[in-house]
Antibody, heavy 125, light 110 residues
Framework: EVQLVESGGGLVQPGGSLRLSCAAS????????MSWVRQAPGKGLEWVAN????????YYVDSVKGRFTISRDNAKNSLYLQMNSLRAEDTAVYYC??????????????????WGQGTLVTVSS | QSVLTQPPSASGTPGQRVTISCSGS????????VYWYQQLPGTAPKLLIY???QRPSGVPDRFSGSKSGTSASLAISGLRSEDEADYYC???????????FGGGTKLTVL
């Protein structure tokens, strides 16, 4: 059974940092593009970033470029999101998601068949 | 302001057919696949339609997707109370090099 379990969320002050983790199981993690998607309270979904199977390609939404870093450890079946210089507008539930197709060469899709339960990040003083 | 534009709300009575539109541009819908997600309250999104009009296994054939030019739509026929949810369209945007979602449409079953 495919499972994605996020952790690392919490309350952080503006300007602070947080590292989110997503533990994957039930599939060959190293064969899939992985992504982060967030949802501010009461708002819609926002694509945040994605990363290629071997970590060689990464893409970010403009609002987080230079502040957030997506990474992965295929040996640990884990996806990460390092968030620095956090702002109030980064407050959201952060979901990790798996691309639907195994072994895809390109990450130019928003095609996610499995999602985690989400972890809440609150940026407030 | 979302890159993809959806109506904020839609409604219908049980058994009716409802459509939800998603408008984009040549750099997203016009040149890439469209995806639709359903999000029930308090839960993670669920893939409903992929590659414009394909249904994952387990998704009822009451749900269908279509795309024409820079617009797409999701149709739900035989509306049921359990279809009450938020629906999002999504696509890759070549100009932004980002994934983009619509603002979401809240479907109410009257």
């Amino acid at each position: 059974e495919v499972q994605l379990v996020e952790s690392g969320g919490g309350l952080v002050q503006p300007g602070g940092s947080l590292r989110l983790s997503c533990a994957a199981s039930g599939f060959t993690f190293s064969s899939y593009w992985m992504s982060w998607v967030r949802q501010a309270p009461g708002k819609g979904l926002e694509w945040v970033a994605n990363i290629k199977q071997d970590g060689s390609e990464k893409y970010y939404v403009d609002s987080v470029k230079g502040r957030f870093t997506i990474s992965r450890d295929n040996a640990k079946n884990s996806l990460y999101l390092q968030m620095n210089s956090l702002r109030a507008e980064d407050t959201a539930v952060y979901y990790c998601a798996r691309d639907r197709i195994e072994g895809l060469w390109s990450g130019y899709y928003v095609d996610f068949d499995y999602w985690g339960q989400g972890t809440l990040v609150t940026v407030s003083s | 302001q979302s890159v993809l534009t959806q109506p904020p709300s839609a409604s219908g009575t049980p058994g009716q057919r409802v459509t939800i539109s998603c408008s984009g541009s040549s750099s997203n819908i016009g040149s890439n696949y469209v995806y639709w997600y359903q999000q029930l309250p308090g839960t993670a999104p669920k893939l409903l339609i992929y590659r414009n009009n394909q249904r994952p296994s387990g998704v009822p054939d009451r749900f269908s997707g279509s795309k024409s030019g820079t617009s797409a739509s999701l149709a739900i026929s035989g509306l049921r109370s359990e279809d009450e949810a938020d629906y999002y369209c999504a696509a890759w945007d070549d100009s932004l090099s980002e994934g983009v979602f619509g603002g979401g449409t809240k479907l109410t079953v009257l």
